[in-house]
């Protein structure tokens, strides 16, 4: 699709509309917001597309992700909390390297934090291995963390996806939305294999697109959830 809007608006609801029509979901639901800084923010992006131009999602990330919570999430919220509470039974703070002692140390220095902020705030215990061997977490860390998940609205958990997709860690995801690690710390923790990897044998241009396509949906997924709450 083109653009073909002049200008674009929000009504009562926090709909977004386009010469005065309501913008809708690509399953034709009505796409409204939950605050006024997410509408806001969301009605910037459609603002922003060129006259004549053709749509790209990748520069409307907030709009896709508030179509996720509106189709995907809405719905089942429960459900959807429930895929990614799993990610929480092989979470990455959980496996460590066995060697070399740099990489084994800047995995301690950055997620052991991340995980002693989790044994608090939840009460539960973590199994720490050595390797990528699945270690089995206790059933009453997983049944916590899963609690916590399942009490986020639909937006939240639209924010929360990609951040824990992306880093494959349930438990640095929980602490960003709950204001225990600040979204710098969190992506260096998720992003510390990688860097060590890149340290070592360069980035070629392949992993640097990749680390910008990961870095673009992680920013939009903290964004999200700062307009979500504000």
Known sequence: MKRFWKTVSIDAE???RLDERPVRTPGRLP???PTDALADAVADEWR???????????TMPLTGLANAAIERIGPDPVRFAAGLAAFGESDLLCYRAESPDDLVARQAALWDPLLDWARQRYDVHFEVAAGIMHRH???????????AMMARTAYELAGLAPIVTIGGSLVAALALFEGAASPDAVWRAIELDEDWQAEQWGRDDLSLGALESRRRDFTAGVRFLELSAA
């Open 14 to 16: 926090r709909g977004i």
């Open 31 to 33: 796409l409204t917001l």
């Open 48 to 58: 922003t597309v060129a006259e004549g131009a053709e749509i790209d999602p990748r």
């Open 137 to 147: 977490q206790p059933p009453a860390t997983i049944a916590r963390l899963r609690e």
